[in-house]
């Protein structure tokens, strides 16, 4: 079957017809063929229309943990035409008020017509307060299904991705069939993907790098693809490389943070067992590329047959369905490393002449066939040159049809055929190098600083959850000064880590902070693909909210 002859997902599934081929969950080690989930979407679409008495165009919140019933929902409600917007399941009890509202102010700003979930979720989410239409997934889908092909074509809406709102409130992305389909075929022809490959993935299937990358990619490509829980990975990290090494697979994602996590938690029993040596793409998205943990990662791992050259740092954002920029197959990832003093200054990308006075960026290289990258002064949004930063903007064929039911904020991010991504960027030598987001800098005494980069080093010192500090800036008494939170490992030595922070951050990067909070694990505020929120962390810390461990 080829990848490029159907106008929509649900057409090319329609095509699968080899039993063999299609998904297992490895929760329950269930497979479900692409013939079987084509019957099983058929009278879910069935049961959406007949039972619930939904129509086309009519969205549905969707909130499934299982992954198996996660995907039945999905492409049932695509066969219909009926618009799915999945969203994550609650994950801390602690946080439900939060979560509550947030699912509420969803449902309203999209118009549901119903939330559909599973038993806990109905326990947690129904309310007097709510006024949300709950219904579970059915213990038994109808045996009757939806008479013919999907009803659907591809300048219909197909999904709606919530952003995760690491800087600002969540924006409901409007995705079509068409943008949908574009933006799979460029990944498969930029991954070189066949019906022979075997994807793994523990991603989130709320998430389009989940959804998109290992659903509706192997859908296209009538190939095998293996599905994880997160809360699996979360729980067993190393069942990943497990599970990679066992099927043979041969394409999987992850944001940076899981190689890094990785080489913390692997054992040289589990390196002599595994062979990774059919990886040919480990990729790296949704969150700033750590080059020292993919190095590690592919050091560590080399005995396993892993090959550094198949890791592939990436870019991508919603508006664009998922992937801009891939990292070329078969060539170790581009890392360059500039002078800090002057990068800082000037927003120049110039060769660092010490070690110490420099900056490491990774390329997220070059935009897919039929995509592209403009640099602008954020201001004056004239083009800058290459090697300068600036605004990062997109373009290209599976660019989303703007927000739902939010013309303003279309018009101030959708502008003729390009998307604003508030990103910060450059280009050197055709690949495209991210440096921070537009909303974060921080800005002393007349220099930027990107707060990743002071997040990197204070989470580093001893004491610290690696990777688990949020970075800001604040006002005081007319003057921009920095802070940092930082998560510890342990119940003792806060002073001392806090002191080290500062050190650390003053040695490195010449920034003074002006204050240090340690605090607990799994108290910094993130995204549903767990970036840090800084906006919140920054309001949560000015009203007092983190409780420090210095005290």
């Not at 969803?106 to 979720?121: M, P, W």
């Not at 939806?146 to 409007?174: E, M, R």
């Not at 460029?186 to 659903?215: N, Q």
């Not at 990886?279 to 592919?298: H, I, K, M, N």
Request: proline share 5%; charged share 25%.
């Amino acid at each position: 079957m080829k990848a490029t002859a159907n106008e929509t997902v649900l057409h090319a599934l329609s095509d699968c017809s080899d039993p063999t081929k299609g998904i297992t969950f490895t929760q329950t080690d269930h497979f479900l063929s692409y013939p079987d989930l084509r019957d099983e979407a058929r009278k879910f679409a069935y049961f959406l229309i007949s039972q619930l008495n939904l129509k086309k165009r009519d969205r549905i919140v969707v909130i499934l943990p299982d992954e198996q019933e996660f995907v039945i929902a999905f492409t049932g409600s695509l066969w219909a035409g009926i618009v799915p917007v999945p969203l994550y399941p609650p994950l801390l009890i602690a946080q439900m008020d939060s979560y509550k509202a947030r699912v509420a102010a969803i449902y309203d700003q999209c118009g549901a017509t119903l939330l559909l979930t599973s038993t806990l979720g109905r326990d947690l989410l129904q309310h007097d307060e709510i006024p949300i239409r709950v219904e579970l997934f059915p213990e038994v889908v109808p045996t009757q299904a939806f008479d013919g092909d999907p009803d659907c074509d591809k300048n219909d809406l197909a999904f709606i991705q919530f952003t995760s709102g690491s800087t600002n409130s969540p924006k409901g992305v409007a995705v079509s069939h068409r943008s949908l389909v574009e933006n799979a075929r460029a990944i498969i022809g930029h991954l070189r993907i066949t019906g022979e490959d075997r994807g793994v993935s523990w991603l989130p299937l709320y998430h389009d790098m989940g959804l998109i990358g290992f659903l509706m990619v192997p859908i296209m490509t009538d190939g095998l693809v293996w599905l994880m829980s997160p809360l699996q990975f979360a729980r067993r990290p190393t069942d990943w490389c497990d599970t990679i090494s066992k099927v043979g697979g041969t394409i999987s994602y992850a944001p940076s943070f899981a190689y890094g996590l990785l080489t913390r938690r692997i054992t040289e029993d589990q390196i002599d067992s595994w062979d990774l040596s059919s990886w040919r793409v480990a990729g790296s998205g949704a969150e700033p590329v750590s080059g020292s943990d993919l190095r590690t990662f592919a050091e560590l791992l080399r005995p396993t047959g892993f090959r550094s050259r198949a890791l592939l740092p990436s870019y991508g954002l919603a508006e664009m369905t998922l992937a801009v920029t891939i990292s070329e197959l078969d060539a170790e990832f581009h890392e360059i490393a500039i002078d800090r003093v002057e990068f800082e200054e000037t927003g120049w990308a110039n060769p660092a002449k010490h070690s110490r006075a420099s900056i490491s960026l990774i390329s997220c290289g070059p935009p897919m066939s039929g995509f592209r990258i403009q640099i602008v002064d954020p201001a004056s949004r004239l083009q800058v040159k290459d090697g300068r930063q600036g605004l990062v903007l997109t373009g290209g064929p599976s660019i989303a049809d703007g927000y739902f039911r939010d013309p303003d904020r279309t018009n101030r991010i959708f502008d003729d055929g390009w998307v604003d991504t508030g990103d910060l960027g450059l280009i050197h030598e055709g690949e495209l190098f991210i440096t921070g987001r537009e909303k974060d800098q921080i800005i002393l005494n007349g220099r930027n600083y990107h707060p990743q980069d002071i997040e990197a080093i204070a989470s580093a010192v001893p004491g610290a959850r690696r990777g688990c500090s949020v970075a800001f800036s604040i006002s005081n008494q007319g003057k921009e000064t920095a802070v940092v939170v930082i998560e510890s490992r342990g119940d003792s030595g806060a002073l001392e880590l806090s002191r080290a922070a500062m050190r650390d951050v003053h040695d490195r990067l010449g920034v003074t902070l002006a204050d240090v909070i340690v605090i607990g694990s799994n108290s910094i505020p993130r995204t549903s693909s767990g970036k840090v929120r800084r906006s919140e962390s920054k309001r949560m810390y000015l009203e007092g909210m983190f409780e420090s461990r210095l005290q």
